[in-house]
């Protein structure tokens, strides 16, 4: 059973526009929510989080949005460079901790020049 | 932020070898580590929590004593994949997270194995 879900495998943005990755979840007990991206053949790097207290965090051109009743988050970048193309991962944890992570299958992000 | 650094980036091996994959934290004590594993276009999926100086905790379905974890120091723990068959081959990763409630964990650039 996936936990954390990324429905869309794929996305396709024109640069300077807006990109939104979304996520989904099924655990009620998911407190804590990450951003991740991916290059191939690398290790994830941190881009933003948001705690379950809160339904809006904003990091420069980085935004994550959470709408618990829906169990629902997404990932705005606004506006998209050819450099935010990458495997944009979102992960989820129970207790507040950052720490040991359910991963959704990741959404490819592709910024067209 | 902090530096994880993990060793092989890449590996071949023969079936019925094992391969060892080391992760350190570079700047920082971890006193937890966390193994992925990722097929490929596939999630990260959690292996294993290694906590320094105690027996690792294994997620459902992993096999402890195919995949050996170490973590003999709190810069360092170890994944060895011992008889590795070709199905092992695939992208591991580990992270590293200091102090019980740490912050966000850091991850390693992550080990490519592929068993010929």
């Not at chain 1, 804590?32 to 989080?49: D, M, V």
């Amino acid at each position: 059973d996936q936990q954390v879900k990324q429905n869309s495998p794929s996305l396709s943005v024109q640069e300077g526009r807006i990109s939104i990755l979304n996520c989904d979840y099924t655990n009620s007990m998911f407190d804590y929510f990450l951003w991740y991206k991916k290059y191939p053949a690398e290790g994830p790097t941190f881009l933003i989080s948001i705690s379950s207290i809160k339904d809006k965090n904003e990091d420069g051109r980085f935004t994550v949005f959470l709408n618990k009743s829906a169990k629902h988050l997404s990932l705005h970048i606004v506006p998209s460079q050819p450099g935010d193309s990458a495997v944009y991962f979102c992960a989820a944890s129970l207790s507040g901790s950052a720490r040991q992570l359910t991963f959704g299958s990741g959404t490819q992000l592709t910024v067209l020049p | 932020g902090a530096v994880v650094s993990q060793h092989p980036s890449w590996v071949i091996c023969k079936s019925g070898t094992s391969v060892k994959i080391e992760c350190r934290s570079l700047d920082f004590q971890a006193t937890t580590m966390f193994w992925y594993r990722q097929f490929p276009k596939q999630s990260l999926m959690l292996m294993a929590t290694s906590n320094e100086g105690s027996k690792a905790t294994y997620e459902q379905g992993v096999e402890k004593d195919k995949f050996l974890i170490n973590h003999a120091s709190l810069t360092l723990s170890t994944l060895t994949v011992t008889s590795a068959h070709p199905e092992d081959s695939s992208f591991y990763i580990c992270s590293a997270a200091s102090g019980p409630w740490g912050t966000e964990a850091f991850f390693g650039q992550g080990t490519r194995l592929t068993v010929v």
